[in-house]
């Protein structure tokens, strides 16, 4: 039996209490399609077909035979949004929404949807919505009449008797005639924490259960874009939701088309924007680590560069976010939260400047941001980029600039997708850095079970990899402060990249291997870490202990990465009047699925001495308390 000798009392360091959060992206159809609770793709009639192949600004709408639908910009709704639908026909003319992903959504009986939308009509006319299958069995059904010729808005709710997997929406005009709508929207009513223009519950909620202490948005290559015009600006992404501009995905474009999966529907509505995204932060408990233009365009791609002296405009973005998330009502974008709904303060700390950039491009930029942000707000924390790779010429080049600007970065954003051997090989990766340096932010990481996306699972074997790794990443967390994995979300058959720690359909939800991992070692969080040793060398065994609750619980974390269970004594010289200990154990080539949603997660034992039997490949968490 292994021996495992804690000073519980001879304290090593602290342990960074922000070390488990979440990066969200736009990507997989996370947040549109995704996790933003809005059912109705192209809503405003704004997405366009990048390669002129169908109509413009029809993408997921089609009409019902017999009608006229056309796509007019004249008196539109407003001057960001300008372009609305037109129908015209005989009794039953209409239009249909395919949904995202021309799938639909999720019906279910006694299911309460909130639809509204804009309309307009020369002369009283009779719209009835409906939700029905693909076949046209309606499963709810209202009428209003369109009474001004001027746009008004009209809202209700529908609820629907019986479930179905793939429902859509139908407009039509009941004794024909014509009309000219915009911003068509169906919520669903029971949105996580009841937000109007909220979150999808069960997404947002197996979120929560991870209870991150950040929250990392909106990106991610969404922040770089692939054009100067398709650059993320959170000012687009505030104020009413019909005036929010409407941007194409950057991960539409064709190369992300894998194994024949479309997604030219794939568009930033920005109904989920910052305002929301704070608020949702707000929600869960975390707080909000945006992320922000420094006048560069995606480096893997074009690669486009504002001109040094024509950054001004984006620093004072930045100055601006900082005043809307911070600012009192009597300031200009303290005031404009306020209208929004959020009196007060959002209490913003971090903020990252540029998304995985890398080289003197780069550094030249960020200094420019830090210059202004420093003075003129120092109690800013900025997160400067260590480029791509854990390793190279632009990482080397990056720490090789901080040694010499150590005062310009609160930490320093490592991004690695590396195969699983690559984690258990560095399990003394951070052992030895120089901790008059910034601090380390693992913004982006995954364990990669191959070269091919498609080939790629979320399966034990890559989860176990990143287990071992954080384990030691936990002995290093005065320095490494923050983590977390990349991609969030993923809709099943519709991703752009794998793996994804959260994957969903229209009607369900689950956590991958890797999830679990991230939920056990955050709901099992030290305050900081304390000395051991062993009476023999524990191979195969990534090993940590901390203490926590004021000195008075002793949490131990192990990985066993060899295929032999390993029998461990804990001896402390204390007396424990509570152990227990939680654990992740399955094969390694294990994964959970929308049919077995829980074939890996987290076992609960009891124990009434420190002894513990830790199973081949496994991770295993162990808590103490003192009498």
């Known amino acids: 039996m292994l021996t495992m000798n804690v000073n519980m009392d001879k304290k090593a360091n602290d342990i960074s209490p922000l070390l488990y959060g979440v990066f969200l992206e736009d990507i997989n159809y996370g947040v549109d399609g995704g996790l933003y609770a809005e059912l109705i793709p192209n809503r ?35 001057d960001v949004n300008v372009h609305y639908a037109s129908v015209s026909g005989k009794a039953g003319c209409g239009i249909r929404n ?26 009283p006319t009779r719209v009835n919505i409906s939700i029905a299958d693909i076949d046209g069995k309606v499963f709810a059904s209202e009428d209003f009449v369109v009474t001004s010729s001027e746009w008004k808005k009209y ?67 969404i922040v770089e874009g692939r054009s100067f015009d398709n650059m993320y600006n959170w000012k687009d992404t505030i104020g009413p939701i019909e005036k929010r501009r409407t941007n194409f995905n950057r991960w539409q474009m064709d190369e992300y088309q894998r194994e024949g999966r479309k997604s030219d529907d794939y568009f930033q509505s920005y109904g989920a924007g910052f305002y929301e995204y704070f608020q949702f932060c707000e929600d869960i408990g975390a707080k909000p680590v945006p992320v922000v233009n420094c006048g560069m365009t995606c480096q893997w791609h074009e690669g486009l560069l504002v001109d040094i002296d024509k950054l001004n405009p984006f620093i004072q973005d930045v100055l601006d976010l900082i005043e809307f998330a911070n600012g ?38 960020y200094e420019e941001f830090e210059k202004v942000l420093s003075k003129e707000h120092p109690e800013i924390k900025l997160i400067t980029s260590a480029g791509w790779d854990s390793t190279g010429h632009e990482f080397d080049l990056a720490y090789d600039w901080m040694y010499d600007n150590k005062k310009k970065a ?20 951070y052992d030895n850095y120089d901790r008059s340096m910034p601090k380390v932010f693992i913004g982006e990481y995954a364990a990669h079970t191959a070269k091919d996306v498609k080939d790629r699972r979320n399966n034990w074997k890559a989860a176990l990899a990143e287990a071992g790794f954080l ?9 490494v402060v923050m983590t977390s994995y990349a991609p969030l979300l993923a809709k099943e058959f519709h991703q752009q990249w794998q793996p994804n720690l959260i994957w969903f359909d229209n009607k369900s939800v689950y956590g991958t291997p890797s999830y679990y991992v991230q939920q056990m070692f955050n709901q099992h969080l030290a305050e900081y870490n304390v000395e051991y040793s062993f009476d023999e060398n524990p191979d195969d065994l990534s090993i940590n202990a901390a203490v ?52 890996v997660s987290i076992n609960i034992h009891g124990a009434d001495k420190p002894e513990f039997r830790i199973r081949p490949h496994s991770a295993t968490v162990i808590e103490m308390e003192r009498k």
Request: charged share 30%; with cysteine.
């Open 328 to 365: 009192g009502e009597e300031t200009e974008w303290g005031k404009k939260r306020a209208e929004m709904g959020h009196k007060e303060p959002f209490n913003l700390e971090y903020i990252g400047i540029g998304n995985e950039q890398w080289g003197n491009e780069y550094f030249e930029r």
């Open 44 to 78: 405003a009639f704004e997405y366009y077909d990048r390669n002129g192949v169908i109509d413009k600004h029809k993408m997921c709408w089609e009409e019902i035979i017999g009608t006229s639908f056309e796509i007019k910009t004249d008196r539109p709704l407003n």
């Open 410 to 429: 609160y930490a320093v954003d490592e991004h690695f997708y590396k195969e699983p051997i690559w984690f258990i090989l560095r399990s003394k990766r």
């Open 155 to 221: 809202t209700f709710e529908l609820t629907t008797d019986m479930e179905c997997m793939e429902s859509f929406l139908t407009l039509t005009l009941a004794d024909g005639g014509s009309a000219d709508f915009d911003f068509i929207s169906l919520f669903p009513k029971d949105t996580f924490k009841g937000r109007e223009n909220g979150m999808r519950a069960d997404i947002a909620q197996i979120i929560a259960d991870l209870h991150p202490s950040f929250m990392r948005f909106p990106g991610g290559c």
């Open 548 to 599: 926590g609750i004021k000195g008075n619980k002793l949490i131990v974390k192990i990985v066993n990465l060899s295929n032999e269970k390993k029998d461990l004594k804990i001896e402390t010289g204390e007396s424990f009047s509570r152990i227990v200990y939680s654990d992740l154990v399955v094969d390694l080539k294990d994964e959970n699925s929308m049919k077995e949603p829980y074939r």
């Open 471 to 479: 384990v030691n990443v936990e002995r290093n967390a005065d320095h």
């Open 98 to 123: 395919t949904g995202y992903c021309r799938g639909g959504f999720m019906s279910q009986k006694g299911k309460v949807f909130r639809f509204s939308c804009y309309a307009r009509s020369e002369e």
